[in-house]
C-alpha cells in the first residue's frame, strides 16, 4: 500500500535554517511549503536550486499577519510545521525592537493560534534560541537553565518558547521548540559574525578587500554546523511525546578563537587587517554561550558532524569559491 506523502510548512524558508529544512524533507519525500515574505528584491538564493522540484512550493506570509496562515493552514492541511522565521539578527534589534518582537514574539502567537483553530492536530516546531539564556553565567546551558535575555530578540524568543509551552500543556498540541545553539554554514547570512570573518578572510586572500572591521571578540559561542542542526529539528517532530530541547556542540569558542583560526587557514595576519569598531558593539552583550546537548544525544540520537574546525574551514573554502568565480565572471 502507498503510504500518503507527508506536508511541511516552512516559515522563513529563505533563510539559512529554511532552505537547509528544505533540502533535508524533500531527500526524505515530503512536499514542502515555504512561506517568504514578499520584497521587492528577490532574496530567494538559497532555494533557488529547488526551483524545479515539483513537490517543492512557495507561497507569501509575512509574520505581521495571520489572515494567509488561515488559508495556507487549511489549503495544505499540514502534518509538520516549522517556525523558523524571526528578524534575527540580535544587534538589529536593539535598533528595531517593536518591529522584532511582533516578528519574532507575536508571529509565532499568529501561528500557534491559527494552527489551534484549523488543524491542531499538526506537528509545530519552534526555532527557540540560546540567546534566551542571555547573560546568565551559569554554564553549560541545559533545558532546565533559567531564561536571562540580554535582547528584544531574546525577549521576543523567549515569549515564544513559553508560548509552545502553553499551548502544548493548555491545548494538548505536538508543539516543541529547539533552543538551538549558533548553527552556521556556507549559507549564513553575511553580517553574523563567523560569515563576515570568513568572507572577509576570503576577499582579502584575493587582494579585493584590504580592512575587516568587528566588535567584541572575547565573547564566547557554541559554533555548529546548520546542516547538522536542521536533522535535530527533524527528529524532535518524530518523536512519542513532544518536548524541548537544547542542540549544540557542547564546546565554545570566542570570536578571537574563530577569526585567527580562520586568517591561519588562509595565510593571513590579523594584526595587519583587522580593525575593531565600537559600532559593533551591542548595549548588552552575552559573554558566554556553552550548551549541553545530553537530552537530544540520549533522546533523540541526535549528534553534531561537524565541530568549530571543520565548519569554519567548510565556510572559509566555500566564500574563497564564490569570490574566485565572482573574479572570473
Ligand atoms: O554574534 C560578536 C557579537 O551576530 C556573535 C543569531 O543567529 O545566534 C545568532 O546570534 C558574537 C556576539 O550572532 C561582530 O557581539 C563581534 O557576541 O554572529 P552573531 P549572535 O548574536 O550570537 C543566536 C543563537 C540566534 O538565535 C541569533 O538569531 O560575535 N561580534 N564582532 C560580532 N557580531 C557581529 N554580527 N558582527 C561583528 O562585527
Redesign the pocket.
Known sequence: MKTKKKTAIITGVTGQDGSYLSDLLLKKGYKVVGIKRRTSLICTDRIDHLYDNENFVLEYGSMHASDWMYRILLKYKPDEIYNLA?Q????VSFDNPVETADITGMGTLRLLEAIRQTCPGAKFYQAS???MFGDNPEVPQNEKTALMPASP?ACA?VFSHNLVRNYRIGYNMYACSGI????ESPRRGE????R?ITKAAARIKLGLQEKL?????E?K?DWGHAKDYVEAMWLMLQQDTPDDYVIATGQTHS?ENFLYFVFGVAGLNVDHHVEIDPK???PH??PL?LGDPTKAFTKLGWRPKYDMVKLAEDMYESDLAIELARMQK
Not at 572591521?213 to 571578540?217: F, K, P, Q
Open positions: 524571526a534575527s539578527h540580535v544587534r534560541s540560546s540567546e530578540y524568543k538551538l545553539f549558533n548553527h553580517t553574523f559574525v563567523t563576515k572591521y568587528l566588535g567584541n571578540l565573547a559561542r570570536v559593533f558593539f551591542r552583550e552575552v554561550l
